[in-house]
């Protein structure tokens, strides 16, 4: 069967259009920027007389066109200054944030652990949104397993095994990839004469910013007391930090001796931007 000629000059203006998307950016950008200035040529005599009737139309607006000349610099000089203005009170709120961020640990030599400020730089997509990546890695001395905090005890996640020299990706909570945590729920004071004691339970992830567990009957556990990690599996560091709060006490319906308890995560980890990590690996570089 013959392919007509048409047929041929498609298939093979496709294939070439593919082969040089597959070029490296750096390789396209000199001639597609020709070829686009090529292929406009044919159009210029429609949009120019368009582009003429809409600044009839409506013209452009022109800051302080009215005024004279030198109180126009001086106008636009008060908006330059307002706008480097607020990109410093931007940067000054960045930098109060990542101080807070360090000055809520206590020194942590007797630990074996260091903070160390990351900042996530990709995550995944949808929800739940999954790992996370963050700015750090071997070469700072991240290692597989060290805890990523953030407020100064909240629990955020771990860091995952196959970190690279200056990238780690983070397992959250809220993961299922996260398998068990063994916690404690740590009863908040409520004014009575005899303070509720803490209770073990073991939790899993179910999704955004959830785990469940279960917990035998007759443990007092109300809605609104905190969870801390107490799991001989996680690093020292990661001992006592806050893993969420209390939200529900329910029955469970396969087993009326035991109960359901909802801990919900004090954060979600798919909003943060700035995490710290308790490095517990060599110095590394700063």
Same mark, same amino acid.
């Given at each position: 069967?013959?392919?007509?000629?048409?047929?041929?000059?498609?298939?093979?203006?496709?294939?070439?259009?593919?082969?040089?998307?597959? @070029?490296?950016?750096?390789? !396209?950008?000199?001639?597609?920027?020709?070829?686009?200035?090529?292929?406009?040529?044919? @159009?210029?005599?429609?949009?120019?007389?368009?582009?003429?009737?809409?600044?009839?139309?409506?013209?452009?607006?022109?800051?302080?066109?009215?005024?004279?000349? !030198?109180?126009?610099?001086?106008?636009?000089?008060?908006?330059?200054?307002?706008?480097?203005?607020?990109?410093? @009170?931007?940067?000054? *709120?960045?930098?109060?944030?990542?101080?807070?961020?360090?000055?809520?640990?206590?020194?942590?030599?007797?630990?074996?652990?260091?903070?160390?400020?990351?900042?996530?730089?990709?995550?995944?997509?949808?929800?739940?949104?999954?790992?996370?990546?963050?700015?750090?890695?071997?070469? !700072?001395?991240?290692?597989?397993?060290?805890?990523?905090?953030?407020?100064?005890?909240?629990?955020?996640?771990?860091?995952?095994?196959?970190?690279?020299?200056?990238?780690? @990706?983070?397992?959250?909570?809220?993961?299922?990839?996260?398998?068990?945590?063994?916690?404690?729920?740590?009863?908040?004071?409520?004014?009575?004469?005899?303070?509720?004691?803490?209770?073990?339970? !073991?939790?899993?992830?179910?999704?955004?910013?959830?785990?469940?567990?279960?917990?035998?009957?007759?443990?007092?556990?109300?809605?609104?007391?905190?969870?801390?990690?107490?799991?001989?599996?996680?690093?020292?560091?990661?001992?006592?930090?806050?893993?969420?709060?209390?939200?529900?006490?329910?029955?469970?319906?396969?087993? #009326?001796?035991?109960? *359901?308890?909802?801990?919900?995560?004090?954060?979600?980890?798919?909003?943060?931007?700035?995490?710290?990590?308790?490095?517990?690996? #060599?110095?590394?570089?700063?």
């Amino acid at each position: 069967m013959r392919v007509p000629p048409a047929h041929r000059l498609i298939a093979g203006a496709v294939l070439g259009a593919a082969l040089l998307a597959a @070029l490296p950016q750096s390789a !396209q950008a000199p001639w597609s920027r020709a070829v686009a200035a090529v292929l406009w040529i044919p @159009l210029w005599p429609i949009t120019a007389p368009l582009s003429a009737l809409r600044d009839a139309v409506r013209p452009p607006q022109v800051p302080y066109a009215a005024l004279p000349e !030198q109180l126009q610099e001086a106008l636009e000089a008060r908006d330059r200054v307002q706008g480097e203005r607020d990109a410093a @009170l931007l940067r000054l *709120r960045e930098v109060e944030t990542e101080l807070a961020e360090l000055t809520g640990f206590r020194p942590g030599r007797q630990d074996g652990w260091r903070p160390r400020l990351a900042s996530v730089i990709a995550r995944g997509v949808g929800r739940p949104a999954g790992l996370f990546r963050i700015d750090l890695g071997a070469s !700072q001395g991240v290692v597989a397993g060290d805890p990523v905090v953030v407020g100064g005890n909240r629990l955020v996640g771990r860091v995952a095994a196959g970190g690279e020299d200056a990238r780690s @990706l983070v397992v959250p909570l809220d993961d299922a990839r996260i398998g068990r945590l063994d916690a404690i729920v740590a009863p908040a004071p409520d004014g009575a004469a005899a303070a509720r004691p803490t209770v073990l339970v !073991q939790l899993r992830a179910v999704r955004d910013g959830l785990l469940i567990g279960e917990l035998e009957s007759r443990d007092d556990i109300r809605a609104g007391d905190p969870v801390l990690l107490e799991d001989a599996t996680w690093p020292a560091a990661a001992r006592g930090m806050r893993v969420g709060t209390v939200e529900r006490v329910g029955t469970l319906d396969s087993n #009326p001796l035991r109960r *359901r308890i909802d801990v919900r995560m004090d954060v979600d980890p798919a909003r943060l931007g700035r995490v710290v990590v308790k490095v517990s690996g #060599p110095g590394g570089t700063p």
